[in-house]
Nanobody
Framework: QVQLVESGGGAVQAGGSLSLSCAAS????????MGWFRQAPGKEREFVAG????????YYADSMKGRFTISRDNAKNTVYLQMNSLRPEDTAVYYC?????????????????WGQGTQVTVSS
């Protein structure tokens, strides 16, 4: 069982930056692939970025490439999402998720554990 807690959301103007964190409980964090998803009002939850259990450069949805960076620190049981050049359309609740099978996929149902989400609001 893994519990995930996101933090770092807030309000920012377009062009600004935010850094999200997701702290995980448990001793097996380093075995999980991690993903960030987001959900805007009236829209489905969508994949933002993902990272394998061992780390690496990460995987991104096309609209996030070059603006967002995912990383993880297995010693701290934490995954991060650095968001730069934010746009009003990035406004959403951002969730982190964990997959115990070590896969990075864009499908929400592949992830067994979810955080409660953190709100990101970007004003124009």
């Amino acid at each position: 069982q893994v519990q995930l807690v996101e933090s770092g959301g807030g309000a920012v103007q377009a062009g600004g930056s935010l850094s999200l964190s997701c702290a995980a409980s448990g001793r097996t964090f380093s075995m999980y692939a991690m993903g960030w998803f987001r959900q805007a009002p009236g829209k489905e939850r969508e994949f933002v970025a993902g990272i394998l259990s061992s780390g690496g450069s990460g995987y991104y949805a096309d609209s996030m490439k070059g603006r967002f960076t995912i990383s993880r620190d297995n010693a701290k049981n934490t995954v991060y999402l650095q968001m730069n050049s934010l746009r009003p359309e990035d406004t959403a609740v951002y969730y982190c998720a964990a997959d115990r099978y070590g896969r990075v996929t864009i499908r929400t149902y592949d992830y067994q554990y979810w955080g409660q989400g953190t709100q990101v609001t970007v004003s124009s």
